[in-house]
């Protein structure tokens, strides 16, 4: 990475959602928000070394994102593969935007990193006898080196290891609480979080936990979007919080429509189901409804090429014949492999009535995977003093404008051990924690009712999904804007019958907290004017390296206006706060 450290040199007035003061608090060395793969392998690390960890998760411990991972993990795992194989098919999916240096570190130390994974206890799906790991295929891999358990329920089993590491070890977690702003001290640095624990005490309760290590770790956003595979709880929490307290973005445009979702209608909202793209990699076919495979001739891997490029072609050939949806047809595989490979994609159609034994299953893309998020380094370090991202919600560089498939699971690890490796550099074990200062000045972000939550997704939905162009991203724009207007009017007192100001409580905060990354997607979504990766904008159908073959980062100013930079090139800046060793 290039660039100088651009982190603030002084503490700014705070912006905070509109909540009590804590009522309670506790000190650790280090709270990890989140409990998919990223946040529980920091968290494991990190307690390993001895520092006092605590792990605050919006769900349960065993529901994080992780969990609903079908196809698997990538890996050179396999005999003639390498990392600088797994480097290559990695940055052409990323359409000239990754980081390389980002992506080598991942590629090179992620075999490793899977192996440690197994010592932990997961267990995945063996080729043989001998205990050779069984590989297979996903979009853009020229290899066979998705490791996979259960057949398809690879996020299940690597949550289940995790989660029962971290209860062996007795790891201090707070299950069902979400995280509503970073703490500073008095020099701007991280000096913990509050947070709302959902069902006890008041319905807008506030607590603290004190540490000067804060790892945000909570996954997506797809529900800023109407359909999503995305679980209810991925409302973009730790971006949002991330920009209120400072801290730079990046990318957020790139966000990716997995190709084969299971289609429940045109009007279907909330999480679908996904089928995983591991189903492809075993050989199923894309087709229309007459039975034409439209994949072929337009990449050389047809239905295994990136999934940027599978999401254009079924969207564009849904366009070109006014259908609602496409399909994926594996009959070919014959029931005994798809109740041994695919059980839990089996078990999900037939729950919709769909048969893959004996019928192509409906398929449409959805929001799927946010491939930008909270900048960071390759240690997981963001532009703030003790804040540390990784996983979904960080950019660290590795998936440039479209996530290779398989690769999200390997940065959790990968990352989450080079963040505990920085943290306890950084921060020894039982130092006295440190003390949250009240800043001169408080700034309260207006809250939106709970109810607009879905007017911002169809209004996303409608102008920023698969298929863009400025029109339709300026009637999103405009539709967010008023919704901002109307809970400014709503917290200054120009209440109407409809405009009432929101309670603060949870379902105010996540409307407020997707209002927030929703604006920003939208901004850089109109900026990039080209298609590129996940990014199509139909008015600016061509890549545009000479312009575009760069990254967008945003802050969020005092004034809740955006402040947004390019970069210089392909490779992100140093995040490296002032003061900070490289």
């Avoid at 990190?46 to 520092?51: F, H, I, N, S, T």
């Avoid at 069984?134 to 329920?153: M, P, Y």
């Avoid at 790139?254 to 909330?270: I, R, W």
């Amino acid at each position: 990475m290039t660039g100088q450290p651009s982190a603030p040199t002084a503490p700014r007035p705070a912006i905070r959602l509109p909540a009590p003061a804590p009522g309670w608090a506790e000190p650790a060395d280090v709270v990890v928000v989140g409990s998919g793969v990223a946040g529980l392998t920091a968290a494991l690390r990190c307690a390993a070394a001895g520092l006092r960890t605590v792990v605050v998760t919006k769900a349960r411990l065993d529901d994080g994102s992780t969990r609903w991972a079908q196809g698997g993990i990538a890996a050179a795992l396999g005999e003639g593969d390498t990392p600088e194989q797994h480097l290559d098919d990695t940055l052409v999916a990323g359409a000239g935007l990754c980081d390389a240096d980002a992506v080598r570190l991942l590629v090179t130390e992620g075999p490793d990193a899977v192996r440690r994974l197994i010592d932990t206890g997961a267990v995945f799906d063996k080729a043989d006898a001998a205990g050779t790991i069984a590989l297979t295929r996903e979009g853009g891999h020229h290899r066979r080196r998705i490791a996979h358990a259960g057949g398809d329920a690879t996020g299940a089993e690597i949550s289940r290891a995790l989660v029962e590491a971290v209860r062996a070890r007795a790891i201090r977690t707070v299950e069902n609480a979400l995280v509503l702003d970073l703490l500073t001290d008095a020099e701007g640095r991280t000096a913990g979080v509050t947070l709302h624990v959902m069902g006890e005490g008041r319905h807008d309760g506030v607590g603290a936990i004190h540490a000067p290590a804060v790892v945000l770790a909570t996954g997506g956003m797809g529900q800023v979007f109407s359909a999503t595979t995305n679980p209810a709880v991925s409302t973009g929490d730790g971006v949002a919080l991330a920009l209120r307290a400072g801290a730079e973005v990046s990318d957020l445009e790139f966000v990716q429509f997995h190709p084969t979702v299971l289609f429940l209608g045109a009007d279907a909202e909330g999480q679908q189901p996904l089928v995983s793209e591991a189903v492809r990699g075993e050989g199923a076919y894309l087709v229309d409804a007459g039975g034409t495979r439209f994949m072929v001739g337009r990449h050389e891997l047809a239905e295994l090429a990136p999934r940027d490029i599978v999401a254009k072609g079924i969207t564009g050939r849904m366009l070109e014949q006014d259908a609602e949806h496409m399909y994926l047809d594996g009959r070919h595989f014959g029931a005994e492999m798809w109740a041994e490979r695919f059980p839990t994609i089996l078990a999900a159609c037939r729950a919709h009535g769909i048969d893959p034994v004996t019928e192509p299953i409906p398929v449409a893309p959805a929001a799927h995977y946010a491939s930008g998020g909270i900048r960071t380094d390759r240690s997981g370090r963001t532009t703030l003093p003790g804040l540390y991202a990784c996983g979904e919600t960080a950019c660290t560089g590795v998936h440039g404008a479209n996530r290779l498939a398989s690769n999200s699971l390997l940065e959790g690890l990968v990352y989450a051990e080079r963040i505990a490796e920085a943290i306890v550099a950084a921060h020894p074990a039982g130092a006295p924690a440190p003390v949250p200062a009240e800043p001169a000045r408080t700034e309260t972000i207006p809250l939106l009712a709970p109810e607009q939550r879905f007017a911002i997704q169809r209004a996303m939905t409608r102008g920023a999904g698969v298929l863009r162009s400025e029109a339709s991203l300026a009637e999103a724009a405009e539709t967010l804007s008023a919704l901002r207007a109307q809970a400014g009017d709503a917290t200054a007192g120009g209440a109407t019958a409809e405009a009432k100001p929101a309670e603060p409580g949870v379902e105010s905060w996540e409307a407020t907290n997707l209002l927030c990354v929703a604006r920003v997607l939208v901004d850089s979504a109109r900026r990039r004017t080209e298609t590129r990766g996940c990014h199509w904008r139909e008015d600016h159908p061509d890549r545009d390296d000479t312009h575009w073959r760069r990254h967008l980062v945003t802050r969020l100013n005092q004034d809740r206006t955006l402040s947004v930079h390019t970069t210089d090139g392909a490779g992100l800046p140093a995040t490296v706060p002032a003061g900070e060793t490289p």
